[in-house]
Antibody, heavy 123, light 107 residues
Framework: EVQLVESGGGLVQPGRSLRLSCSAS????????MGWVRQAPGKGLEWVGL??????????EFAASVKDRFTILRDDSKSIAYLQMNSLKTEDTAVYYC??????????????WGQGTLVTVSS | DIQMTQSPSSLSASVGDRVTITCRAS??????LAWYQQKPGKAPKSLIY???NLQSGVPSRFSGSGSGTDFTLTISSLQPEDFATYYC?????????FGGGTKVDIK
């Protein structure tokens, strides 16, 4: 059974950093793209970024709103993906979800999601 | 960025109703579209990928169609557990943008 569990959320002051973790099990982690999506309170889903597998150079893509502030790393030996968030802003307050991204029938999809972790940026 | 526009933003329906949600892309995305269901306080759940393919375990009352710029998600006979918010997402190009969501509630 595929499971994704996020951790590391909490209250952080503007301008500070926070690192979220996504622990995976039930599949060959190293074969998959891992992504992050966030949801501000009462709002819709916003794509944050993703990291490709080692076979594709572990390259990353980010939304413009977080580019140059957020990075994504992965540790395939531990089956963990990380979202490193720097220079946090109040508008980064959201529930952050990690997800497994598959490309099936020529199209991408986040086929499994974690339960989410809340990040609150406030002074 | 490709803009994804869902309509309606909300709807009220009864158990047994046929429900159709539309998603329009600001430019052609072939069939690179996914649909998700989200219930309050829960993570999204994948329903459909590549516009019309049902994820494993998703009831057959859900179906998706479309290609290019116009897509639909149809629930053939609404069940109590289907009351939720539905999102489309394009994966044709980065960033993979979401629609604004359609909330389906009880009439």
């Amino acid at each position: 059974e595929v499971q994704l569990v996020e951790s590391g959320g909490g209250l952080v002051q503007p301008g500070r950093s926070l690192r979220l973790s996504c622990s995976a099990s039930g599949f060959t982690f190293g074969d998959y793209i891992m992504g992050w999506v966030r949801q501000a309170p009462g709002k819709g889903l916003e794509w944050v970024g993703l990291i490709r597998s080692k076979a594709y150079g572990e390259t990353t893509e980010f939304a413009a709103s977080v580019k140059d502030r957020f990075t994504i790393l992965r540790d395939d030996s531990k089956s963990i993906a990380y979202l490193q968030m720097n220079s946090l802003k109040t508008e980064d307050t959201a529930v952050y979800y990690c997800g497994r991204v598959g490309y099936i029938a020529g199209s991408g999809v986040t086929d499994y999601w974690g339960q989410g972790t809340l990040v609150t940026v406030s002074s | 960025d490709i803009q994804m526009t869902q309509s309606p933003s909300s709807l009220s329906a009864s158990v047994g109703d046929r429900v159709t949600i539309t998603c329009r892309a600001s430019q052609g995305i072939n069939n690179n579209l996914a649909w998700y269901q989200q219930k309050p306080g829960k993570a999204p759940k994948s329903l459909i990928y590549a516009a019309s393919n049902l994820q494993s375990g998703v009831p057959s009352r859900f179906s998706g169609s479309g290609s290019g710029t116009d897509f639909t998600l149809t629930i053939s006979s609404l069940q109590p557990e289907d009351f939720a918010t539905y999102y489309c997402q394009q994966f044709y190009t980065f960033p993979p943008t979401f629609g604004g969501g359609t909330k389906v509630d009880i009439k």
